[in-house]
């Protein structure tokens, strides 16, 4: 009888160790606290929408995804040290939802290093997209296209005196880039072109600039905090110019955090309005919100909903036992993959994911719309 107890208790120890590893472990380094965190925490509530909806029909081929979130403060340096913790320490099986460019630019070589990939880094960098890396899979447009778009817009409706605020950084450079563009098939030089330190905002050198060109429009590159004082600045100089600023920023705590300034603020998208039921995955987050007692959908929320989307895809194709290289051959084999009206594939040459973009304004009721 004492042998059968003992055999008994190892089987029991046995399967209870296969059930706690009977799950799919995927890590995340963002800035849950610091000048985006409002952005972070929306975007990660909406991949958890869909994650924990899938984990409660039984997972990924029977195995529940484990999202483990590491706070980089929004500091490259940490955000290369999270990822290396959850890669080398933590043994996840790929990395997730990123923010910031030169944030995950840092984890390049964590991702190069150990075979893992990236899937749906909050960021439209050029860099993410060209020359292609083999393990970074995007599921947004580029900065680029927004800011290509919002100069196209502002132009058509007769505005010619734009400047440009940006950070100091990729993000910052990358933005720019894609406004010029707007701007020289405009036949137009940019009324202001002004660069600031990303970690040390300061506009006061930077706002009477803009005063004094007498500035139509400012398309700034920056993330939501910088954004929020620059334009505050701008109000107090008594300019009434037109704020364009991209998509990295279309979370409602952006909207709270501009307060009284929000109004008439253009934000560009990299999705459907979250209130187009026309889209099936608009539909499909609204009602996985309603469910979990929440009672709208942030733009930051929908994008963070599709990238999970995506992952759940190629973790599905990877199959039952899923490695490193399983997942990164799984991503590149998936082609027209319907995230709900919009359509996404990948190869080994085009890592691209969507090219969707689209403007909003932030109306009065502090709601973004189209």
């Given at each position: 009888?004492?042998?059968?107890?003992?055999?008994?208790?190892?089987?029991?120890?046995?399967?209870?160790?296969?059930?706690?590893?009977?799950?799919?472990?995927?890590?995340?380094?963002?800035?849950?606290?610091?000048?985006?965190?409002?952005?972070?925490?929306?975007?990660?509530?909406?991949?958890?929408?869909?994650?924990?909806?899938?984990?409660?029909?039984?997972?990924?081929?029977?195995?529940?995804?484990?999202?483990?979130?590491?706070?980089?403060?929004?500091?490259?340096?940490?955000?290369?040290?999270?990822?290396?913790?959850?890669?080398?320490?933590?043994?996840?099986?790929?990395?997730?939802?990123?923010?910031?460019?030169?944030?995950?630019?840092?984890?390049?070589?964590?991702?190069?290093?150990?075979?893992?990939?990236?899937?749906?880094?909050?960021?439209?960098?050029?860099?993410?997209?060209?020359?292609?890396?083999?393990?970074?899979?995007?599921?947004?447009?580029?900065?680029?296209?927004?800011?290509?778009?919002?100069?196209?817009?502002?132009?058509?409706?007769?505005?010619?005196?734009?400047?440009?605020?940006?950070?100091?950084?990729?993000?910052?450079?990358d933005g720019v880039a894609g406004a010029q563009k707007g701007l020289v098939a405009a036949k137009l030089q940019p009324s202001a072109l002004e660069k600031f330190n990303r970690s040390k905002p300061d506009f006061d050198p930077i706002i009477p600039k803009l005063v004094a060109s007498n500035t139509q429009a400012v398309i700034m590159v920056?993330?939501?905090?910088?954004?929020?004082?620059?334009?505050?600045?701008?109000?107090?100089?008594?300019?009434?110019?037109?704020?364009?600023?991209?998509?990295?920023?279309?979370?409602?705590?952006?909207?709270?955090?501009?307060?009284?300034?929000?109004?008439?603020?253009?934000?560009?998208?990299?999705?459907?309005?979250?209130?187009?039921?026309?889209?099936?995955?608009?539909?499909?987050?609204?009602?996985?919100?309603?469910?979990?007692?929440?009672?709208?959908?942030?733009?930051?929320?929908?994008?963070?909903?599709?990238?999970?989307?995506?992952?759940?895809?190629?973790?599905?194709?990877?199959?039952?036992?899923?490695?490193?290289?399983?997942?990164?051959?799984?991503?590149?084999?998936?082609?027209?993959?319907?995230?709900?009206?919009?359509?996404?594939?990948?190869?080994?040459?085009?890592?691209?994911?969507?090219?969707?973009?689209?403007?909003?304004?932030?109306?009065?009721?502090?709601?973004?719309?189209?």
């Amino acid at each position: 009888m004492k042998k059968l107890n003992l055999w008994f208790g190892a089987v029991v120890l046995a399967a209870l160790s296969h059930a706690s590893q009977a799950q799919i472990l995927i890590g995340q380094t963002a800035g849950f606290t610091g000048p985006v965190g409002a952005g972070v925490k929306e975007t990660t509530e909406g991949a958890k929408l869909y994650i924990d909806a899938i984990n409660a029909k039984g997972g990924v081929n029977g195995q529940k995804i484990e999202l483990i979130s590491l706070d980089d403060k929004f500091d490259p340096k940490q955000a290369a040290e999270n990822a290396r913790k959850l890669v080398e320490e933590q043994n996840v099986l790929a990395l997730f939802l990123t923010r910031g460019t030169p944030h995950t630019q840092a984890i390049f070589p964590v991702l190069e290093k150990n075979g893992v990939v990236l899937v749906g880094p909050s960021t439209g960098a050029m860099v993410m997209h060209e020359p292609v890396n083999k393990y970074v899979f995007n599921v947004r447009a580029t900065y680029q296209r927004e800011a290509e778009k919002a100069v196209t817009h502002l132009t058509s409706t007769g505005i010619s005196r734009i400047a440009i605020v940006y950070a100091d950084d990729s993000f910052g450079a990358d933005g720019v880039a894609g406004a010029q563009k707007g701007l020289v098939a405009a036949k137009l030089q940019p009324s202001a072109l002004e660069k600031f330190n990303r970690s040390k905002p300061d506009f006061d050198p930077i706002i009477p600039k803009l005063v004094a060109s007498n500035t139509q429009a400012v398309i700034m590159v920056a993330s939501g905090q910088a954004v929020v004082e620059a334009t505050k600045a701008l109000r107090a100089a008594g300019s009434a110019a037109q704020i364009v600023t991209l998509s990295n920023n279309a979370s409602s705590g952006f909207i709270k955090s501009l307060g009284d300034n929000s109004r008439g603020v253009i934000v560009s998208q990299v999705y459907p309005s979250e209130r187009s039921i026309a889209y099936s995955m608009v539909k499909e987050a609204q009602a996985m919100a309603k469910a979990k007692g929440l009672e709208d959908i942030s733009p930051a929320m929908l994008e963070g909903f599709a990238a999970a989307k995506v992952l759940v895809e190629g973790l599905r194709r990877a199959g039952p036992k899923p490695t490193r290289e399983k997942i990164q051959v799984a991503f590149e084999g998936i082609r027209k993959f319907d995230l709900g009206g919009l359509e996404i594939s990948y190869s080994p040459g085009d890592h691209t994911g969507l090219d969707f973009a689209d403007l909003s304004i932030i109306g009065p009721n502090g709601k973004f719309r189209r």
